[in-house]
């Protein structure tokens, strides 16, 4: 018996043991024993059943059956009939096809030969095919052999695994673009402001040059007063500051008054020359 | 060029009066809230709607009445509900059983002021009633047109906490609101003076019986302003001059809530002519023949807020709308 199938048998909840039981044959004297079958053979491992009668006592199974005997037997009911025979129900389970004298795989309770009962043919047919192999007991193929073990197969498994990033690592590592050139710092208000008011004392501004210029104007002015980003706030406290007030308001008059006509360049140089002189690099 | 903040003509100055007496008018009756006066005068000035946001118990109700009330505006409020009929706004066709002819009956629609209380929880339809005589300035009865008196300002609410069982404003409807405010609580101080009022109030006999005065009963009946004075400053508004650097100032404001990384949703152009619009009579409340880059940064929350969108990425970030305009106005040169 290979160590699965007993453990599957283990599983059942019978030792062997207790599977091969004794066959009672229910004889006083040679011609006493009166096996009770229908007759009809039985299936390769499908439980089939037999009541045996015998004056000497019940009988059970052998208790040196295991699961690689041809015929296993287990005792399913015991009875005595009126005239004091021992009924013994078996049954039986056929590993091997074949024709098989059941007494071989039974002993008496009392241990007397069991030659005492008549011959118990049982007939085992196999619905496979005589090729196909199997074993009744192992529903499961057993599994395939790895080479080397699994141990080893563990150990090139969790190698590969190792390797397969380092690898990937290594080959981006080798194609990695060039470094980024490193970005210019944006550009603060004095950048963007500066050429603006420049500019506006050399030409007359486009309309999105003048646009652009008294939003930068109140970006600087936020900056200078360290007012708070909130833009809406910072406009309301720019206009009561009395120095940036009164400077925002004269642009506001020149780029949005109806009647604001376009300051002559030495008014705008006036008017524009604080912000000429800001000092460079106010976060933007 | 000049350099005053004066009013710079003597209608603008009118401007300034007017808002000035309409708001101490209102003053008299609720505390604070100057902000919101300034916004429904805007929206009246300019024919556009009004969207308050706001929890309950801020006075919504009392303001726009002592508004009305002050310039002697015909009043009228409807409290929105999930059972509330399209016809139950602009009125409907009634069968009068002695002539056996019908007969229009006219609904709150036709009034100077609407205030159109939680309107979200109204059904669609409903808000699509009232949001297209909004938009028309005239409604459907039957097979006759009849256009609403003028002028015609609907003031809604949203309480913005309580959402079970309220049907959102689509953008697309949003949208035809001119402004967006929300509301705040009163400072400690001026809820502690809207305490001290309210303890002022007295008993309002009926008959032999009486009922407590409520706020409503203390609205200052005269009105210093009458409608005619009404379109009289409307006609200056139109009159505030707005430069072509202003204009690029809100189109770029307007353009670039198009393109912002956070925004599923821009501004549609119907923005850029509230934030304009909305700037000029602004300018005139506070004395000014022309607007100013403070005008439309003052308002941009109104007009913008409630016409984007956030993305799902943002929303996720935990962006607000109003990070994503404050980042819009700081970048805007």
Redesign the interface.
Same mark, same amino acid.
């Given at each position: 018996m290979t160590r699965r199938s007993q453990a599957r048998w283990h599983r059942d909840g019978t030792t062997p043991a207790l599977l091969v039981l004794a066959v009672v044959f229910a004889m006083s004297t040679a011609s006493s024993a009166s096996p009770s079958s229908d007759g009809e053979p039985a299936t390769r491992g499908i439980t089939g059943r037999i009541v045996v009668e015998s004056e000497h006592g019940h009988v059970r199974g052998r208790p040196d059956l295991d699961l690689d005997s041809s015929i296993l037997v287990r005792v399913a009911d015991r009875d005595r009939a009126d005239d004091g025979r021992a009924i013994t129900e078996l049954e039986f389970i056929g590993v091997d096809a074949g024709v098989f004298d059941l007494r071989e795989s039974l002993v008496f309770d009392d241990g007397g030969s069991i030659d005492r009962m008549p011959p118990l043919t049982i007939e085992i047919v196999s619905n496979l095919a005589t090729d196909a192999p199997s074993d009744v007991f192992l529903a499961e193929a057993p599994p395939a052999s790895i080479v080397g073990g699994y141990r080893k197969l563990l150990v090139v498994v969790a190698v590969v695994w190792i390797l397969v990033p380092i690898a990937v690592a290594i080959r981006r590592w080798l194609r990695r673009p060039p470094p980024p050139p490193v970005a210019p710092d944006p550009p603060t208000v004095f950048d !963007?402001l500066e050429p603006l008011v420049r500019r506006a004392v050399d030409r007359e501004l486009t309309? /999105?040059e %003048?646009?652009?210029l @008294? *939003? *930068?104007l +109140? &970006?600087h002015w936020r900056s200078r007063l360290g007012l708070a980003? /909130?833009?809406?706030d910072a406009?309301?406290r720019i !206009?009561t500051d009395p120095e940036a007030? !009164?400077l925002l308001? !004269?642009v @506001?008059?020149? *780029? +949005? &008054? =109806?009647d604001? %006509?376009t =300051?002559s360049a030495a008014?705008l140089g006036e *008017?524009l020359a604080p912000y000429r002189d800001s000092t460079p690099g106010v976060t933007p | 060029m000049n350099d005053s903040n004066a009013p710079t003509a003597a209608g603008t100055a009118a401007g300034e009066t007017f808002a000035r007496t309409v708001s101490t008018s209102v003053a008299r009756t609720v505390v604070g809230q100057e902000v919101v006066v300034e916004r429904i005068l805007i929206a009246l000035l300019t024919g556009g709607h009004l969207l308050l946001e706001g929890v309950p118990g801020i006075a919504k109700t009392l303001l726009v009445q002592a508004v009305g009330r002050a310039i002697d505006l015909e009043f009228k409020r409807i409290q929105f509900t999930i059972d509330l009929l399209p016809s139950d706004i602009v009125g409907s066709e009634i069968l009068d059983p002695e002539t056996g002819s019908f007969r229009i009956h006219k609904g709150p629609a036709f009034t100077n002021l609407l205030l159109a209380d939680e309107i979200n929880r109204a059904s669609p339809k409903v808000q699509s009633a009232l949001l297209e005589a909004m938009q028309e300035r005239r409604v459907s009865i039957g097979d006759t047109t009849h256009d609403l008196p003028a002028p015609f300002l609907v003031i809604a609410t949203q309480n913005p906490v309580e959402q079970a069982g309220t049907f959102e404003l689509p953008e697309a409807q949003l949208d035809r609101f001119m402004l967006r405010h929300r509301l705040d609580y009163p400072t400690f101080d001026q809820e502690a003076e809207v305490v001290r009022r309210g303890l002022q109030l007295k008993l309002k006999r009926q008959g032999d019986g009486a009922v407590p005065m409520s706020a409503f009963d203390a609205i200052d009946e005269s009105s210093p302003y009458q409608v005619r004075d009404l379109t009289k400053a409307m006609e200056r508004v139109l009159e505030v001059h707005v430069s072509d650097v202003f204009v690029r100032d809100c189109v770029e404001l307007v353009t670039l809530t198009r393109s912002h990384p956070d925004l599923e949703l821009g501004c549609s152009p119907r923005a850029a002519i509230a934030l304009v619009n909305a700037s000029r009579a602004r300018a005139f409340i506070h004395g000014r023949d022309y607007a100013v880059p403070e005008d439309f940064l003052a308002l941009a929350e109104d007009v913008v807020l409630h016409r984007i969108r956030l993305n799902y990425e943002a929303l996720a970030e935990g962006r607000r709308g109003e990070d994503v305009l404050r980042e819009i106005l700081a970048n805007l040169a």
């Open positions: !963007r309309i /999105d %003048r646009g652009r @008294e *939003l *930068l +109140h &970006a980003d /909130d833009p809406v406009v309301r !206009r007030g !009164r308001r !004269r @506001e008059s020149w *780029l +949005h &008054a =109806p604001g %006509r =300051p008014e *008017l | -």
